[in-house]
Structure formats: C-alpha cells, structure tokens
C-alpha cells in the first residue's frame, strides 16, 4: 500500500488545475489596427470646407448683386436723360422758326409806330390799316403765347445780364443806376430758354466813369454775358 501511494504522482495546488474554460495560449504578441475615423470625427474637417464654400459663394452674390444695382442705376439715368433729351427737343424744336418770326413781328411794330399820329384821326384808311396791323401783332403774339414764346419789356425795371443787352447808359436825375430807362427792341424767351435778348438803355451813375451803377449791377462790357443759346 505503501508503495502504490509512493507511485501515484502528488498535487500541487493549482498545477494543472483547469475551471471548465480553454485559456488562450501562449503565443507572439497580437497589434491591433487602429479603430477607424467616426462621422463625428470628421463632422469638424467638412464643416470649415463647407463654411468657406458658403462664404465664397456669399462674397460671390454680394459682388452679383452690386453690379445689378449699378446696372439698374445706369439704366435709370439712361432713361430719365433720354426723357428730358425728348422734352427738351419737343419743347425747343420751333426755336429756329421762332426766332425767324421775330423780325415779322418788330416790321409789325414798326409799322404801327411810323404810322400812328399822321392824321390817322382823319383818314379813315390809316384808320383801318392801323387796325388791322394791330389785329395782325395780336394774333402773332396770341400764337406765341400758344407755343410757349413770350415778349420781354423790361421798362423801369432792374438790368439782368443774361436777358437784356445793353444799347447806351444815361444819366438821369431821380432815376436808380441800373434800372431801364429806355426799351430800344423788346427781347423773348422760349419756355424758360432765351431767344432773343432785350435790347435796352440804362441809367448810369453820374458821378461814375460810366460803366455802371454804384451796386456794380452793370458788367464791364455790358451785353456780353448773355446767354443766346436755344
């Protein structure tokens, strides 16, 4: 008995002891790949490219719409310079045939004025002729009015440079210098554009050298600041 002990091999505590479950054996030493990106780890890299992408296309729609603006701003003065250009040149086309009618409406006048006071009251032609020159200036000057063309007569009323010409100075005595004293040939303007300038004599300053008044209202070369252009 003794001997069948002494055969049978002892046990160690925990050698070869075994809990149901294989143990992994020993071998070389396992890597592990590294675990790949997560969209949240690349939700940050797409957003700043997408970012620029959107602020390049905002860059790019305020410069479209700058130059539309500009656009529709040019295209605006185009059209209200082209309206006024089409105003004007229906509002000033007659200038030139206005301007010719002038001088039939001086021979007009003078006409009336030769005749008037050679016994008119006697002769009953001159009367009538009288009359009907007269009846003639109205009418002419009844279609000026239509047309937009009025008479200038500045009699006893200040010197404007740019709508009246100056034929001579005098002096007179109670009389303000620069103020019309005498109408040589009355002027007309068209709408707001002058035709022709009156042509007219000015009260000058007696104790002056003649070329205008005290308030300096005359130019030194009276009737050359005159604007004739239609």
Do not use: W
């Amino acid at each position: 008995m003794n001997e069948s002990l002494k055969n049978q091999p002892e046990n160690f505590p925990g050698e070869h002891e075994t809990s149901g479950v294989d143990q992994p054996s020993a071998g070389p030493e396992q890597t592990q790949d590294p675990p790949a990106e997560t969209p949240a780890q690349n939700y940050s890299g797409r957003k700043t490219e997408d970012q620029m992408r959107i602020e390049l296309l905002e860059k790019d729609l305020e410069k479209a719409k700058d130059q539309m603006l500009r656009a529709m701003a040019d295209t605006e003065n185009m059209r209200k310079r082209a309206a006024r250009e089409r105003e004007d040149a229906t509002k000033f086309a007659i200038s030139g045939f206005a301007r010719d009618l002038l001088s039939v409406a001086d021979n007009l006048r003078r006409a009336i004025e030769a005749i008037a006071g050679q016994g008119e009251q006697e002769d009953e032609r001159l009367k009538s002729l009288i009359s009907g020159i007269e009846a003639t200036e109205r009418e002419m000057l009844s279609v000026f009015e239509r047309n937009g063309i009025r008479k200038i007569e500045p009699l006893n009323q200040p010197f404007d440079p740019n709508m009246h010409e100056v034929m001579f100075e005098a002096v007179m005595e109670g009389q303000t210098p620069g103020t019309i004293c005498q109408l040589v040939q009355p002027g007309y303007v068209l709408h707001d554009r002058l035709l022709r300038p009156a042509r007219v004599g000015v009260v000058k300053d007696g104790g002056g050298s003649g070329t205008g008044g005290t308030n300096g209202d005359l130019p030194p070369e009276p009737g050359h600041n005159i604007d004739t252009q239609v």
